[in-house]
């Protein structure tokens, strides 16, 4: 199996600004869907070609944004068959998509405001005004689609045997990773410390995901993240597996990267039993009350 990655420092101008244009499309996603738990309903979705909102409920019909990273445009469009392009070109500013993007949703009636303020993002910015992030490399983009959809399929072959509540892989806007979460059914609400975290843990669960990296940790990864947090794993070490995965006590998260995972016979097995593994440390260190249930196998 080949695929293709590169470290966040070689295309970080493309990931920022990326980053940057799917804020704002899950921003209007965030104040036109109904509210859900955990932030579901500004979660955004892997497609063969992209990403998308999915069908959002508008003024005068439903619509949907597709952000196409093959063809390199976004798609506006509504049930009524308006359809908006917009090219993904270098040089095209954060302050331009935005605009053209609000244009867009006035020409479909469905005028739309945001919360302009970048989130989780390392270099605060007012996305209607941010002509900073401006860079397009079609071929980084692509490549990073590339990654998307072999997570996706990785992150589907764990998750699908375990009962309870589950959500599938999805795109937050916030942290730029591709994620599904499993939820114990335990309450655990956390401090209110932030708006945003606040109400994305409220509830028992473990997160397993993958992200391309960031200014602090410029390798694509795995990761697995249980709440509530732990910051040490007891003395059960030997059973992370395969051998080049960590548990990081600072981020309270276990990790593999991707070019690890690859040095490796089979990568998406290794990277299934890295999630299994992790997993199975959680239960030693916190057990949930009704695993049992959770991982009783399908009878089918």
């Not at 916030?174 to 843990?201: N, Q, R, V, W």
């Amino acid at each position: 199996m080949n695929i293709s990655f590169i470290n966040y420092p070689e295309w970080q101008d493309t990931a920022d600004t990326l980053h940057m244009l799917l804020q704002i499309t899950g921003k209007i996603k965030l104040e036109r869907c109904d509210k859900r738990p955990e932030w579901a309903h500004a979660r955004q979705y892997l497609t063969i070609d992209g990403m998308t909102t999915g069908i959002i409920q508008g003024d005068r019909s439903p619509f949907e944004i597709q952000v196409n990273f093959r063809k390199h445009h976004i798609e506006v469009r509504s049930a009524e068959g308006k359809l908006t392009l917009i090219p993904l070109k270098d040089g095209i500013t954060i302050a331009d998509y935005y605009q053209q993007l609000m244009d867009a949703l006035a020409y479909i009636g469905s005028p739309s405001k945001i919360n302009v303020r970048s989130q989780e993002f390392y270099d605060q910015v007012s996305l209607d005004k941010d002509t900073k992030h401006h860079s397009y490399d079609a071929k980084a983009v692509t490549m990073f689609q590339d990654n998307l959809l072999f997570a996706y399929d990785v992150l589907n072959r764990f998750l699908s045997p375990y009962r309870g509540k589950a959500d599938f892989p999805a795109y937050y806007f916030g942290t730029m990773d591709l994620s599904c979460i499993l939820y114990s059914g335990e309450y655990a609400p956390m401090p209110k410390k932030t708006p945003i975290s606040y109400h994305a843990f409220d509830e028992s669960n473990c997160e397993f995901g993958f992200w391309p990296g960031d200014v602090r940790a410029p390798k694509p990864s795995f990761y697995v993240m249980p709440y509530p947090f732990i910051s040490d794993i007891e003395g059960n070490e030997k059973m992370l597996r395969p051998e080049r995965a960590v548990f990081m006590p600072e981020k309270k998260e276990f990790f593999l990267t991707l070019e690890d995972a690859f040095s490796y016979k089979n990568p998406k097995e290794t990277i299934v039993d890295f999630f299994r593994s992790s997993f199975e440390i959680l239960q030693r260190v916190r057990r949930w009350e009704n695993i049992d249930w959770i991982t009783q196998p399908l009878g089918y």
